[in-house]
């Protein structure tokens, strides 16, 4: 379920974020957050929510997707940061 905590601005300091070095801009370290947890199913149904919602608008200029996975087999973790910037916003 989305809340109030995805629409309010948090800052870097309060997320343990740093600024994200682009080719042509430097996003802070703040933002807007939404956790994505649990299964597919939850995760498909808080986007929508959040698509909805219309957490991505006209003045979005960047969405980053941080997450991690980790390999019990071989006792291997990786965390990764996507970035899409430039979104072509339509409504």
Do not use: Q
Not at 6 to 21: F, K, L, M, Q, V
Not at 29 to 44: C, N, P, Q, T
Request: hydrophobic share 35%; glycine share 12%.
């Amino acid at each position: 379920m989305v809340g109030a905590y995805e629409y309010t601005y948090r800052h870097g300091a309060d997320i343990n974020s740093y600024p994200i070095y682009g080719e042509l801009h430097v996003y802070g370290g703040g933002g807007y957050v939404a956790e994505l947890r649990g299964d597919r199913s939850a995760i498909y149904d808080k986007v929508a929510e959040l698509k909805a919602g219309g957490w991505i608008d006209k003045y979005t200029r960047a969405v980053f997707l941080e997450f991690a996975v980790y390999n019990p087999n071989v006792r291997a973790s990786c965390v990764t940061w996507l970035a899409g910037t430039a979104l072509n916003y339509k409504k």
